[in-house]
């Protein structure tokens, strides 16, 4: 009996330092590698957030766009 209460005491303390290393809450905004994207024009790679989305595909830049789509 004596060393069931130790264990529960064991247990115990375990569960409680678990719960004192609570992983943090996860960034809000994860800033994982973005998506490139190729230019249709000259091949450059543009993370997918500064594309310019044209007719035929997606461009490094609006003149590139222009160019190629005329
Ligand atoms: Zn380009």
Known sequence: MKYLI???IVV???WW???QRKP???PAKPT???EMVACVH???HVPES????GA???YCSPAHRDSHEG
Not at 50 to 53: F, G
Request: glycine content about 16%; hydrophobic content about 40%.
């Open 32 to 34: 994982g590698p973005q």
């Open 56 to 58: 035929k595909g997606a």
């Open 6 to 8: 130790l264990l529960l």
């Open 12 to 14: 115990g303390a375990i």
């Open 50 to 53: 500064e594309i310019t989305q």
């Open 17 to 19: 330092l678990r719960l």
């Open 42 to 44: 000259c091949g450059t």
């Open 24 to 26: 943090k809450a996860p």
